[in-house]
Structures are given as C-alpha cells and as structure tokens.
C-alpha cells in the first residue's frame, strides 16, 4: 500500500516538473522583430537564391519574430507538438511572401523558412500568439516599420555607398523613438555591409520598446548599403 502511494506521489511530481519545464520554456521577456537586407544576403561568398515566385522587391524583408529574454539568452524549440501548419495562415501567404521571402539555396516557396521561424522561435510565443497569431504579428509590424523608407529619408540609400554606422542608427531611432540594433555581414570583398535591423517589441508582439539587450552586430564604423 505504500509502495503504491508512494509510486502515485512520484509520478504527479514528475508531472508538475514537466509543466514547470514547459512553463519556463516558454517564458520570455520581449521580441525582437528582425528584418533583413536581400541585397546584403546575395552579396555574399555564399550568394543566394531568389524563391520560386521570383525576385524579392527590393526591401526589407522579415526574417523574424524572436522571443528574447533580457540576459541575452532566448528560448527556442518550446514546443514540438505544434508543427507549422500552412493550412493555418492560408490568407497570410501571399502577403509572407512579399514581405518574408526565402533567398535561401536552392530556390523554393518560402515554405521551410516559415517553418523554421515558428517551430524554433514562435512555438516559444505560444502562451500570446498562436500560430496565425504569430504571422500575422510580424506582417503589422513590417507594415507599421518602413525601414527603406526612414533610411531614404535621411539620404541613406541602396546604392552600394558606404555611411556611418551612426547615421544608420539614429534615423531609424529618430523615426520610431528608439534605439535599434544594427548588424553587419561582409561582403565578397571584406566589406562590413549594412544586413539586419533588430527592433525590440513587447510581449504582447503590439508596442515598441527599447532594447533591454542589443545584439554584438559586428559593424565597422563605416558600412556599405548594397543595391538590389
């Protein structure tokens, strides 16, 4: 008899462990909303491939939605019985693929990017967003955040002409009120080129918020905006 109590004692322990562990996985303090500069992708040792719908606009694109937390560390994987499900975000599709295209090798619909990005990143967002929830998010923020729009605006263009690191900061936070981390790639020359913008949201994926941890972007003080 007590071999079975404690037996039954063991087991809702273990239960209340694995809701804790899953709990935690999937707690996190903001998002960072990521975009990327196609030009800045291509102009690579590695080059890229344009999707199977052709070539990007020449844009930002999203790269992604990511649970972060304010040490720096992130939560990713959260949830593996919660696959990325097309048939889930069908009136989203022709919007991602304008606005969160693959330029991954070898050419293709978009599809596995998008599956990637929610099973690592989203699948830890669950507890706010659901799946459609997630995707839709990301695609009101790329509309509520012209990048190449703010960048113009302040004389900075794709043009393959170099500009300061600072003068690429301070128009986007100028624009949106604050500050965003900035991160380079190098190009086939070893130039630093200007290739994602991280912009920090609350959890509710809704608010802009400042950046409680910016990302190590790697940029010289002088970057290249690479035409596309």
């Known amino acids: 008899m007590e071999t079975k109590f404690n037996s039954s004692i063991l087991v809702k ?25 196609p030009g800045s992708y291509c102009d690579t040792k590695q080059s890229c491939c344009y999707p199977t719908t052709g070539k990007p606009s020449t844009d930002f694109g999203i790269h992604g939605l990511w649970p972060n937390n304010n040490d720096g560390s992130y939560p990713s994987n959260c949830d593996s019985n919660n696959p990325y499900n097309q048939k889930k975000v069908s009136d989203l599709i022709s919007q991602m693929q304008q606005s969160w295209p693959t330029l991954a090798c070898p050419s293709n619909s978009g599809s596995s990017f998008w599956a990637h990005e929610w099973e690592k990143h989203g699948t830890c967002s669950e507890s706010v967003l659901d799946q459609h929830g997630y995707f839709k998010t990301a695609l009101n923020l790329k509309a509520q955040i012209d990048l190449l729009q703010i960048l113009r605006s302040s004389g900075i263009n794709p043009d393959d002409g170099f500009y300061s690191l600072s003068s690429i900061r301070n128009a986007i936070k100028n624009a949106i009120g604050y500050t965003p981390g900035i991160e380079c790639n190098v190009d086939a020359s070893g130039n630093s080129q200007l290739y994602q913008i991280y912009i920090c949201v609350d959890t509710s994926g809704s608010n802009l918020i400042e950046c409680p941890v910016l990302p190590n972007g790697k940029c010289g003080s002088t970057v290249e905006f690479p035409s596309f």
């Open 13 to 37: 322990l273990l239960i209340l462990q694995c809701l804790s562990v899953l709990c935690a996985a999937q707690d996190f303090d903001f998002f960072y909303f990521v975009q990327q500069w």
